[in-house]
């Protein structure tokens, strides 16, 4: 949620919900958020585990791998979390984002210390740790767990404070709160667009669609059905399969013009680079004055869709849920490293749940790799993804191991930013990718999507946004080579650390 284009990249994908029977314990959590947010992310991970594909597959077990996937997002000793954040239009830095986990039972602040490997502080009188990951965590009860970041002491104290007082309520958004009285999905993201964005940007935005064909009466309706989006809530349901839908509120109802606002919602994600190719098979329909899309949603989309929440936690499992919680829900590490062990202990559990972790990001991206058509529209998930590679655990990781998952990071942004146009080169010798991050041709002065967030100037010019994805396009097209070499070099390093680690430990590296 760094720029405009992936804020409307998390906007336009999808929300989770809290369901019924935690109704009480959720309207608990949402009172600890601060009354400025404007997205929120509920996840009823216990809903989710027992649910039946979930209990089918044994996600319980294998949470790293079958849920959240990749660099785990909920440690499984959570029960519930919500997340709550600030978004602006044109922020290009990394907003205000708070998150609460609810665990199932009594959590240890010097726990949190340990598996983040730093010290106990205090803020507000409160103890508090403060992450190598650039977050504050703090229990604000024996069973809840409170991370804020990026880590601001002053904003985390004044959060602190605003828990302690008596006058914690309710969510300042209307929409935010009804959408989760309303909603009793397992997974819901909810964002809150009212005055969000401006009303010329979004008319030079739909008059260059080609979904509307440059029809005026359609581009008059539409920028006047726009002007008026309330909001976008997206919601997930695990049964024996996974289903998405994604509801777009309007003030007043589309009418005639419902038609596009589908295909206008895959253009602006694709835009952003954050393609997702379930949206595609979604069907549509208007309903009152909201535009609902809804249809299975694959793994592949469920990780990407999660990768835009990531919030960091102490990803194993503190001592005392260990010593209480069935052994089919503890991740690997745990199990394999005790509560009393040195952080720069290597321990082979640790170290297997890494590299299952970096290669499931791996597996999924190479998927988009070999959908030529899409892969070009997914800059935004190999940015996700080399940031969840970066927030892995690394106590008790083999050093082998975290130079292979900084080196597959370092190479996953070099991906992303040449499909975004930007030229790399490739060392094929060194196994090295240099790129100049203020490259600026001249037409990449406009964010694609609007300009908002991109340069003062821009503002004025979103008129030749067609220009501007076609030279865009030519130069991510210049750069299909050099992706080629970088897909070479990733799978080779992944060959020769796999050799490295099954020399170490055996047959339990895959």
Known sequence: MRKFGLCLAVVLACHLVPSVSAGNELSDLISHLPDDANSLVVVRVKEVLESPRAVKEGWAAKQQQQFLAGAEVIPPWAEMLVRASHLHAGDNGPGRSVALLSASTDLDIQDVARHEQASVQTIAGEPVVRSARDSYFALFGPRLLGVMSPAFRQDMARWIQQVQSSARGELMSQYLAETVAESD????????????????????????????????????????????????????????????????????????????????????????????????????????????????????????????????????????????????????????????????????????????????????????????????????????????????PIAGVDPVLQAYGADVSSKLRALAVSLRGVPIEVNTLQKSVTYNMHYDPGWAAMNIWGGVGAKPSSYNVTSNLQEVREKQAAAVAAGAQKRVQIWSMIREERATTLRTMRQKYGDSFK
């Open 185 to 392: 999905a397992q997974i819901l993201l909810c964002f809150d667009l009212e005055e969000m964005f401006e009303p010329e940007v979004l008319r030079q935005r739909i008059a260059a669609s080609p979904a509307v064909g440059g029809q005026s009466r359609n581009i008059d309706a539409l920028a006047e059905l726009f002007a008026g989006l309330r909001g976008i809530r997206a919601e997930i349901i695990i049964a024996d399969s996974t289903h998405m839908t994604i509801t777009i509120d309007f003030q007043d109802e589309p009418g005639s013009v419902g038609q596009f606002v589908k295909p206008l919602i895959i253009e602006a994600l694709g835009d952003a680079g954050a393609a997702i190719d379930d949206l595609a098979d979604t069907t549509d329909r208007v309903d009152g004055t909201s535009v609902v899309l809804s249809g299975p949603l694959s793994d592949t989309g469920l990780r990407r869709i999660m990768s835009l929440i990531i919030a960091p936690h102490p990803q194993q499992q503190p001592a005392q849920v260990a010593a209480q919680t069935p052994a089919a829900t503890q991740p690997p590490a745990a199990d394999a490293k005790p509560a009393d062990a040195t952080p720069d202990r290597i321990n082979e559990g640790a170290s297997l749940q890494y590299w299952n972790a970096v290669n499931q990001i791996i597996t999924d991206l190479e998927r988009a790799n070999r959908r030529a058509r899409d892969y070009e529209r997914t800059a935004t998930w190999h940015e996700n993804f080399a940031d969840k590679i970066d927030d892995l």
